[in-house]
C-alpha cells in the first residue's frame, strides 16, 4: 500500500453526511490502527487502564505481554477514568515502554484516553501540561479526543496543547457505531491548529471525501481505524 502500518496499542458553514457517499469503514484501506482488548481477528494487542477500584488508583494490566512486532511505528494506549496519575503509575507506563522497545519495537510513545467533558477541557489541558514536563524527552504524547471538543469546547484550549502533546486523535464514534450526523462537528476541526488524526470505527459510516477536505488544514494526518470483532455467526440448524 506504499506506507508502512501504525499500531497504537491499548495499553481523542454546516455539512452533512449525505448517505449515498457515505461508505463503510474498509480496515484495508487504511495503515493506522487501534488494537483493543477482546479483538479477537488481531493477535497483537497491549492495553492498560488506570481506574479506581474500592477508593483506590489501580493499574489494571490488560493485553498480551511485551513481544516482538512487525510493525514501523507503535504507541501504548492507556485508558484513564481519572485525573490522579501517580508516580508510581507514571513508572509502570514508562517501564512498560520500556520492555517494549528492548524487543526491538519502534515505540513512538504513549497515548492517554480520557473522555473529557468539554467543559473539562481546560482542567485536561493543565493535566497533560504537567503529564509533559514528567515524560523523557524521547517520550512522545498522544490523545483521543471527542468529537464536541472542537464545536462546542474551547478551540483556544485545545490550540494551547501544541508543543505539550505530539498528536491527538478525535474519535468520530461512540462504542463501536459512528455518531450519528458526526459530519456536523468535522468543519470545527479546520480550526486546530495542533496535529490532528480522526478515528474510525471499522465497519461504521464514513464519507471519504471528507479526507480531501480535511487536507486543506496542515495539521491533519490521516485516519486511525477502530478494529472491532465480526458478527457472531449464526448457527444453522436442520431437521
Same mark, same amino acid.
Not at 48 to 66: D, N, S, W, Y
Not at 91 to 114: E, H, P, S, T
Not at 159 to 167: A, K, M, P, S, T
Given at each position: 500500500?506504499?506506507?508502512?502500518?501504525?499500531?497504537l496499542?491499548?495499553?481523542?458553514?454546516?455539512?452533512?453526511? &449525505?448517505?449515498?457517499?457515505?461508505?463503510?469503514? &474498509?480496515?484495508?484501506?487504511?495503515?493506522?490502527?487501534?488494537l483493543?482488548?477482546?479483538?479477537?481477528?488481531?493477535?497483537?494487542?497491549h492495553?492498560?487502564?488506570?481506574?479506581?477500584?474500592?477508593?483506590?488508583?489501580?493499574f489494571l494490566?490488560q493485553?498480551?505481554?511485551?513481544?516482538?512486532?512487525?510493525?514501523?511505528?507503535?504507541?501504548?494506549?492507556?485508558?484513564i477514568?481519572?485525573? #490522579?496519575l501517580?508516580?508510581?503509575?507514571?513508572?509502570?507506563?514508562?517501564?512498560?515502554?520500556?520492555?517494549?522497545?528492548?524487543?526491538? &519495537?519502534?515505540?513512538?510513545?504513549i497515548?492517554? #484516553?480520557? #473522555?473529557?467533558?468539554?467543559?473539562q477541557l481546560?482542567?485536561?489541558?493543565?493535566?497533560?501540561q504537567?503529564?509533559?514536563?514528567?515524560?523523557?524527552?524521547?517520550?512522545?504524547?498522544?490523545?483521543?479526543?471527542l468529537?464536541?471538543?472542537?464545536?462546542?469546547?474551547d478551540?483556544?484550549?485545545?490550540n494551547?496543547?501544541?508543543? *505539550?502533546?505530539?498528536?491527538?486523535?478525535?474519535?468520530?464514534?461512540?462504542?463501536?457505531s459512528?455518531?450519528?450526523?458526526?459530519?456536523?462537528y468535522?468543519?470545527?476541526?479546520?480550526k486546530?491548529?495542533?496535529?490532528?488524526?480522526l478515528g474510525?470505527?471499522?465497519?461504521?459510516?464514513? #464519507?471519504?471525501r471528507?479526507?480531501?477536505?480535511?487536507?486543506?488544514?496542515a495539521?491533519?494526518?490521516? &485516519?486511525?481505524?477502530?478494529? *472491532?470483532n465480526?458478527?457472531?455467526?449464526?448457527?444453522v440448524?436442520?431437521?
Amino acid at each position: 500500500m506504499g506506507h508502512a502500518a501504525q499500531i497504537l496499542l491499548v495499553v481523542a458553514c454546516v455539512l452533512f453526511t &449525505n448517505l449515498a457517499h457515505a461508505e463503510r469503514v &474498509n480496515a484495508a484501506h487504511y495503515q493506522d490502527f487501534w488494537l483493543w482488548a477482546a479483538v479477537k481477528p488481531q493477535p497483537v494487542l497491549h492495553q492498560g487502564e488506570i481506574a479506581r477500584r474500592q477508593g483506590k488508583t489501580v493499574f489494571l494490566r490488560q493485553g498480551l505481554p511485551a513481544s516482538t512486532l512487525r510493525v514501523d511505528n507503535l504507541w501504548l494506549s492507556y485508558r484513564i477514568t481519572m485525573l #490522579d496519575l501517580s508516580d508510581k503509575h507514571l513508572n509502570r507506563m514508562l517501564k512498560a515502554q520500556a520492555r517494549w522497545r528492548a524487543l526491538g &519495537n519502534q515505540v513512538n510513545g504513549i497515548q492517554i #484516553d480520557f #473522555d473529557a467533558r468539554s467543559y473539562q477541557l481546560a482542567r485536561y489541558v493543565k493535566f497533560l501540561q504537567t503529564l509533559r514536563q514528567r515524560l523523557p524527552a524521547d517520550t512522545q504524547l498522544s490523545v483521543t479526543g471527542l468529537l464536541d471538543w472542537a464545536k462546542t469546547g474551547d478551540v483556544g484550549t485545545l490550540n494551547r496543547l501544541g508543543g *505539550v502533546i505530539d498528536e491527538l486523535v478525535v474519535q468520530t464514534y461512540q462504542g463501536r457505531s459512528t455518531v450519528t450526523r458526526y459530519a456536523e462537528y468535522l468543519p470545527a476541526l479546520m480550526k486546530l491548529q495542533i496535529p490532528f488524526r480522526l478515528g474510525l470505527v471499522q465497519h461504521g459510516q464514513w #464519507d471519504e471525501r471528507w479526507q480531501r477536505r480535511l487536507a486543506a488544514s496542515a495539521y491533519y494526518r490521516g &485516519n486511525v481505524v477502530f478494529l *472491532v470483532n465480526p458478527p457472531p455467526e449464526r448457527a444453522v440448524f436442520s431437521k
